[in-house]
């Protein structure tokens, strides 16, 4: 089993929909959880950032992890052209003075005018 | 503020040779990280470094090394490439004390 599962997608929604992103894990000592968004060819840009299970909303976006279950979500509202991506999840662990991410597949995003 | 910053950008190198990709972090940040991304994968962690040590290796062969610098700067060596070394290559930097990391836009490594 891997440490996180995505679903790769693609998905393809109209202008205006709401959009639900998820991923599930494993390993239960990941300790912050993330939401990158990645343009074709370029770096993955932060979206989203929590460390504990709840919601938590900025502006269009709603990050939610349950803890209890290992999942977590991504829920865009309004969803504009802009917001073609591919949106990466990525849980963070901090071992022995390392940290490092473990990232989901990806999900690509196209959202049609 | 500059970010992450990267070099080069692209590069075609065949089986065998060796790369060495260049990043420079966010001005501040002390810790640099090193990600592999494979087309159609998410980034896969490689090396962390802080104040030029070695904090965290991932699952790579020991064809792959990295080196940080004085300036916080950071060197990732790749010997022996093989086809299956082509991806994109990020590098992030994080602030002491801070779990977010922010990405540069990658060396994208082409292997013949």
């Known amino acids: 089993q891997k440490e996180v599962e995505q679903d790769p997608g693609p998905l393809s929604v109209p202008e205006g929909a709401i959009v639900s992103l998820n991923c599930t894990y494993s390993n239960s000592a990941f300790q912050y959880f993330m939401w990158y968004r990645q343009y074709s060819r370029k770096g993955p840009e932060l979206l989203m950032y929590t460390y504990s299970s709840g919601n938590k909303e900025d502006g269009r976006f709603t990050a939610q992890v349950d803890k209890s279950s290992k999942y977590i979500s991504l829920f865009i509202r309004d969803s504009q052209p802009s917001d073609s991506a591919t949106y990466l999840c990525a849980m963070g662990l901090t071992q022995g003075g390392s940290e490092k991410l473990v990232f989901g597949k990806g999900t690509k995003l196209t959202v049609n005018p | 503020d500059a970010g992450v910053t990267q070099s080069p950008t692209h590069l075609i190198k065949t089986r065998g040779q060796q790369v060495t990709l260049r990043c420079s972090p966010i001005?501040?940040?002390?810790?640099v990280s090193w990600y592999q991304q494979v087309l159609g994968q998410g980034p896969q962690f490689i090396f962390q470094?802080?104040?030029?040590?070695?904090?965290g290796r991932g699952n790579f062969p020991d064809r792959f090394s990295a080196r940080q610098f004085p300036n916080y700067s950071s060197e990732l060596n790749v010997n022996a490439l093989l086809l299956g070394d082509s991806a994109l290559y990020l590098c992030?930097?994080?602030?002491?004390?801070?779990?977010?990391?922010?990405f540069g836009a990658g060396s994208r490594l082409t292997v013949l």
């Open positions: 992030a930097s994080r602030l002491s004390g801070a779990n977010v990391l922010t």
């Open positions: 470094y802080y104040e030029k040590e070695e904090r």
């Open positions: 001005s501040g940040h002390k810790s």
